[in-house]
Each structure stands twice: as structure tokens, then as C-alpha cells.
């Protein structure tokens, strides 16, 4: 009775293993090795990386490594995501950010492209010659001054520095991008604190971006999940992180 309980439980071990290879070759991985839920074994020709196997005999284990052996550089990755549709901004006449001979960032329209440069006429009339990667499209005037910098249909830093400045020229010196609040220092008194804007905001009246949203909306946090929550205030120097703690 003993034998054949031996011999059926090496039958299932094996059958267990044989199943254990079919799975293995079925979906290319190898088990229990690192990021075997993710890592395929059956790379295509078009990936830049191949998975090398190194057995090393030491103490019974076996360590499969995963090494980078070469790394195809695709020149068109690194030209902006909307060159393709350099045409369409032309023939519509749209405008785009380009960064002139001192630095600073300026609308104007695409002329014409050859190779890697671009005529662009800024809004002064004058016409500059830069390059089009130094090229990025702005966004359209019903976006402009927009309150979440997630609603710009193009998020790249002249269009977001355009943004802030819009509300800045207005007095608005609070944005956001999605739940972090952004400050930009005023240098000047805002009547934008008070009794009575502490109170709209606990009132849910107003839902503008502003310290007290933050400040309210991690109370009723604390209340709620009776967990302690932090708010990390940081800038640079004169940025006003005193004001705003």
C-alpha cells in the first residue's frame, strides 16, 4: 500500500511538471524568476533589449538575468510628438510658442520649414528663422487664463508660463494642476483672505483655486478618515511660502 501511494504522488509531481513546462513554453516567461508576469522571453526583432540567461552553480540556484545588450536610438522619438502635424499648423494658421535670440518665449505663425529650421512671424511682424525643435504649439485664446492647467490641450512650459502670467496680470495668483495649488507672489496687497472668503470656501460656495480650498479640503479629510494629513509647502526664496503657511 505504501509503494502505491509512492508511486501515485511521483506520477503528480510529475504530471505537475510536465504541466508546469507546457505553461512555460506556451506563454514564453519563465517562472519564478524577476518580472516573470511581465517579462517575455519572446522578444521581437523591433525591441531594443534581450534577455540573456546566466545559471551560476552556486549552493543549488539558479539566477536568470535580464541585461541590456544594445540600445537602438530612434532619431524621430526625440523630435516633438507634433512635428507630424507641422502641415496642419501652417496651412490653418495657428499659433505657436518659439524661444527668440534673448531667451524669452513668443508667439507667432509657422511660414515655411526646411530641414530642421523654421520662418516664424511673430506677433511684431518681424520674422525669425529658429529651429523646430525650439518650436511648440499654443494653445487656443478660449483656453487662455484657465484656472487647472490640465484643461490646456498643449502642457509644455511656454504655454504654462503664459497661463500664469494671464491670471497674474489679473491678480489671480492661484492656480492648480490637478490637487497641487500653485502661488505665484503677488509683491503687493490682494484682497483675496478674510472671515468671509474662509467662510465660502467651508460653505462650499467658491471652488477657485486657493490656500483655504487646500487647508478645508484636508480638514474635512481628517474628520472624515480620523488620519492625520500633511500639506508640503515649497518654492523658491520670496516665492511666499511664509505667507502662504
Known amino acids: 500500500m505504501e509503494d502505491q501511494n509512492q508511486n501515485g504522488k511521483e506520477e503528480t509531481e510529475a504530471e505537475k511538471k510536465e504541466e508546469g513546462k507546457r505553461k512555460e513554453k506556451d506563454l514564453g516567461v519563465k517562472r519564478k524568476s524577476f518580472g516573470s508576469k511581465k517579462m517575455r522571453t519572446g522578444y521581437g526583432s523591433e ?3 534581450v534577455v540573456e540567461e546566466k545559471e551560476e552553480e552556486g549552493e543549488g540556484v539558479k539566477v536568470s538575468a535580464a541585461t541590456k545588450v544594445s540600445s537602438v536610438e530612434n532619431k524621430e522619438e526625440q523630435k516633438p510628438e507634433w512635428n507630424n502635424n507641422l502641415e496642419y499648423f501652417i496651412n490653418k494658421k495657428l499659433r505657436v510658442w518659439c524661444r527668440v535670440a534673448n531667451g524669452e518665449w513668443q508667439l507667432g505663425k509657422i ?3 526646411s530641414a530642421d529650421t523654421s520662418l516664424v512671424m511673430l506677433s511684431t511682424a518681424n520674422v525669425v528663422k529658429v529651429s523646430t525643435e525650439e518650436l511648440f504649439p499654443a494653445n487656443p485664446d478660449i483656453l487662455e487664463g484657465v484656472e487647472d492647467l490640465i484643461q490646456l490641450s498643449y502642457l509644455n512650459e ?3 508660463l503664459y497661463n500664469l502670467r494671464v491670471r497674474y496680470s489679473q491678480d489671480v495668483i492661484y ?3 490637478g490637487p497641487v495649488l ?5 509683491f503687493k496687497s490682494v484682497q483675496i483672505y478674510g472671515n468671509d472668503i474662509i467662510s465660502a470656501y467651508q460653505k462650499k460656495a467658491v471652488d477657485a483655486p486657493h490656500v483655504y480650498a487646500v487647508a478645508d479640503a484636508a480638514y474635512d479629510e481628517m ?3 480620523e488620519k492625520n494629513q500633511s500639506i508640503i509647502i515649497s518654492g523658491e526664496s520670496g516665492a511666499g511660502k511664509t505667507e502662504t503657511a
Open 47 to 49: 525591441s531594443p533589449y
Open 111 to 113: 511660414q515655411s520649414t
Open 158 to 160: 511656454p504655454s504654462v
Open 175 to 177: 492656480s492648480k494642476a
Open 182 to 186: 500653485i502661488a505665484v507672489n503677488p
Open 223 to 225: 474628520m472624515r478618515e
